[in-house]
């Protein structure tokens, strides 16, 4: 079970921040509140610590998580912010405002935090014990609401540990949220506001700032809600052909467990997502693999991946990318 810190009395608030602070730097993961639901956090830098987000979160799909920041400095590291994003979060920040902004050049985040997105999701929680976490922990954290995959979403700490209580280390009680619901997401990484997610902050409010609407994404069209949802999205360039067992001339090999000799000799190029076939390691690596592959040959070769943990939602991304092109 994980220890549920209260954090509205001084002592457990002193000792559930350094704890909290330690389970992060070590790779695992801390239930938090923030000002619209609990959050499942993990270091946004540690691939191992991302993925094991969705492993306890049992999502099927590697959708890509917000990345939660202590203030502007740390968000401007990130991401590129016009003039529109820095009035907003001028405006909205700390609050329930996420923004999607065009990430800047050298961002440190894992690639899986952003399932190989351009774009990244940035918000500042209006809550003292985030502020307190993000601040003495120094790096960004990524925090999906704290509840399994179809579960509503947590507002107390009694939800997250009735669902999560055994896969978290450490959960940090300060009572009901105060906004219950998600953040607002706007995409402003294309020249028209987008609204992708309804949330904690006004639609309304946001206009106002903007100075104009925010339009809402066509679900048929390009740009859809969950980025997940768009094929291409994880398409390569290159053709994948799932389930292989033995190579034809000239592919490269996306490999997964231990690989058999003759594979090795005649494969243009090898990249093994986990030797040892574990699933979690294998999703850290899943997204750079394929983009090293894309490189070096026209097709990719992709060994079989189990359909249990992890495997699903690698192979949910396979099978996208392997579907004709339309
Ligand atoms: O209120 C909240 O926002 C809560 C609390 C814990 O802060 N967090 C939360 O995070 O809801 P998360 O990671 O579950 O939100 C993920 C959603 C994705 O499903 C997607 O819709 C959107 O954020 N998203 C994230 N990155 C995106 C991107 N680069 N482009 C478009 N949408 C993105
Ligand atoms: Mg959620």
């Known amino acids: 079970m994980a220890s549920i810190f209260n954090m509205a009395v001084p002592d457990q608030y002193r000792a559930g921040i350094a704890t909290a602070v330690g389970i992060l730097e070590a790779g695992r993961l801390v239930a938090m509140p923030t000002e619209t639901v609990y959050g499942l956090a993990a270091d946004a830098g540690n691939p191992l610590a991302v993925a094991s987000i969705y492993a306890v979160k049992r999502r099927p799909r590697f959708n890509p998580l917000i990345v939660h920041i202590a203030g502007s400095a740390m968000a401007e590291e990130l991401a590129y912010f016009d003039n529109r994003a820095r009035r907003l979060a001028d405006r909205f920040w700390p609050g329930p405002l996420t923004l999607v902004l065009n990430q800047s050049a050298g961002g440190s ?10 774009t990244v999701a940035l918000r500042q929680p209006d809550h003292p014990v985030p502020a307190a976490l993000l601040r003495h922990l120094g790096r960004p954290v990524v925090a999906p609401s704290a509840n399994r995959s179809g579960r509503l979403s947590p507002t107390t700490a009694a939800h997250v540990a009735r669902d999560l209580g055994d896969d978290v280390d450490c959960i940090l009680d300060a009572g009901p949220t105060d906004v219950g619901v998600e953040s607002t997401i706007v995409d402003l990484s294309g020249n028209t506001p987008l609204l ?13 700032v903007l100075g104009r609407p925010l339009a809402t994404p066509d679900p048929v069209a390009t740009r859809p809600t969950a980025p997940g949802q768009l094929a291409s999205h994880y398409a390569p ?21 231990p690989v058999p000799t003759d594979m090795i000799v005649q494969a243009v190029a090898v990249e093994n997502l986990s030797p040892a076939g574990d699933l979690v390691e294998a999703a850290t690596r899943f997204f750079g693999a394929l983009h090293t592959l894309d490189g ?8 079989p991946i189990p359909e249990t943990g992890l495997g699903e939602a690698l192979n949910d991304r396979l099978r996208r990318g392997a579907a004709p092109r339309g």
Not at 109 to 118: N, V
Request: no cysteine; proline share 4%; glycine share 10%.
């Open 109 to 118: 985040i894992a690639d899986l935090a952003l399932a190989g997105l351009s």
């Open 296 to 303: 070096l040959a026209e097709r990719i070769a992709v060994m």
């Open 196 to 208: 992708l997610r309804p949330g904690g902050l006004a639609r309304a409010d946001i206009e106002a």
């Open 237 to 257: 360039r290159a053709t994948l052909r799932l389930e292989a067992t033995t190579l034809q001339p000239g592919e490269a090999l996306l490999a997964f467990g």
